[in-house]
């Protein structure tokens, strides 16, 4: 089901790349290059900036200065429109787990002739029907997710979305991911659950008061992280 190798991602580069609110600066990175395959898993202490990175990759919000480059060319409107974005308090319709996922297509204007298939291969072939407010926690976040990949993005954004899920609805995000990480998409995934980052992490960036302090292959980070954040962050030392 997951084939993406059409979609051709390319490097995310970040140049002078900074944000401010009123006189704090909040993100602040000379440059940044995000892998054009794989997992690359952002991670750091609470109040780093990893979600606000990712809003600003999207183009949710500006940045204060510098650049956002999707290969060579710069982050616009259409490029937004090739880019998906998972939250970790799935965005839902009062209406059913179809109708949620048709709406999606019908706003990209990608074909609907898959959204049944969608829902079987995010296990919720048997909730086609049931109104999104009555699926579980777990349940409504595979259902984002299906919204999301319903558009054949060339990059998938997942804001920590699984932190209020059990292990069980976890793991079965995380299998999707990786299938869909597999099969050619680009995948930026924010965490601050150390296991999982290494259960998923291709890559790893790590923020630290808004610049990144550590980026590396995730083999390379676990065992030997080069910033004495990411150290103490790995040791528990920093709050999560």
């Known amino acids: 089901m997951f084939d993406y190798s059409a979609e051709k991602p ?3 580069v970040l140049q ?3 944000y401010s609110a009123g006189q704090t600066r909040l993100i602040d990175i000379p440059q940044t290059t995000f892998n054009a395959s794989g997992i690359t898993v952002v991670m750091g202490p609470n109040g ?3 979600s606000l990175l990712l ?3 999207h183009g949710m919000i500006p940045p204060t200065t510098g650049r956002i480059l ?3 060319y710069p982050l616009d409107t259409a490029m937004r429109r090739q880019q998906a974005l998972v939250f ?3 965005v839902l319709l009062r209406r059913t787990a179809l ?4 709406f999606a297509c019908k706003v990209r204007g990608t074909p609907l002739t898959q959204t049944d298939r969608l829902l079987e291969t995010v296990g919720l072939g048997d909730k086609a029907d049931t109104p999104a407010r009555q699926l579980s926690g777990g349940e409504k976040q595979r259902l984002a997710l299906a919204q999301a990949l319903a558009t054949h993005p060339r990059t998938l954004f997942l804001d920590e979305p699984t932190a209020s899920l059990d292990p069980a609805s976890t793991r079965s995000i995380e299998d999707i991911v990786t299938q869909v990480s597999a099969s050619g998409l680009q995948v930026i995934f924010v965490t601050h659950d150390t296991a999982q980052a290494r259960r998923l992490a291709d890559h790893v960036v790590f923020l630290s008061q808004g610049r990144v302090t550590d980026q590396a292959p995730a083999d390379v980070f676990f065992d030997n992280p080069a910033s004495q954040d990411a150290q103490a962050y790995l040791e528990g030392r920093l709050p999560r």
């Open 55 to 57: 809003r600003l990759m």
């Open 48 to 50: 780093a900036g990893k």
């Open 70 to 72: 999707y290969g060579a």
């Open 16 to 18: 002078d790349l900074s």
């Open 99 to 102: 109708a949620n996922l048709q």
């Open 10 to 12: 390319t490097e995310i």
């Open 88 to 90: 970790q308090t799935p």
